[in-house]
Nanobody, 119 residues
């Protein structure tokens, strides 16, 4: 089992940037991803990255603005968020999958970190 710890959330103005790191416990590699949940909305997939880091996928709403990356030596995955919009405001969750890397495959979750984008 893996434990995930996110950090890096905060308040930023529209057009600004934030980087969210997530560190995983243990030595095993997993597919990693980021999800978010805005108030009164369902949790949604944001971005995912394969175990090797060579393949990524993104939600259409963040393509071209967000970048997911990972450093396997540090067991850390990052979400670089640029050109932030008020509609990006949400709690962001780091996730890991021990199986496939479709959004429905993620089975380990962090506690979440709040990102608030002011207009």
């Amino acid at each position: 089992q893996v434990q995930l710890a996110e950090s890096g959330g905060g308040l930023v103005q529209a057009g600004g940037s934030l980087r969210l790191p997530c560190t995983a416990s243990g030595r095993a590699l997993y597919h990693m991803g980021w999800f978010r949940q805005a108030p009164e909305k369902a949790r949604e997939f944001v971005a995912g990255i394969s175990m090797s880091g060579r393949t990524t996928n993104y939600a259409d709403s963040v393509k071209g603005r967000f970048t997911i990356s990972r450093d396997n030596a540090k067991n850390t995955v990052y979400l670089q968020m640029n050109s932030l919009k008020p509609e990006d405001t949400a709690v962001y969750f780091c996730a890991a999958s021990s199986g496939g890397w479709a959004p429905s495959d993620y089975n380990y979750w962090g506690q979440g970190t709040q990102v608030t984008v002011s207009s």
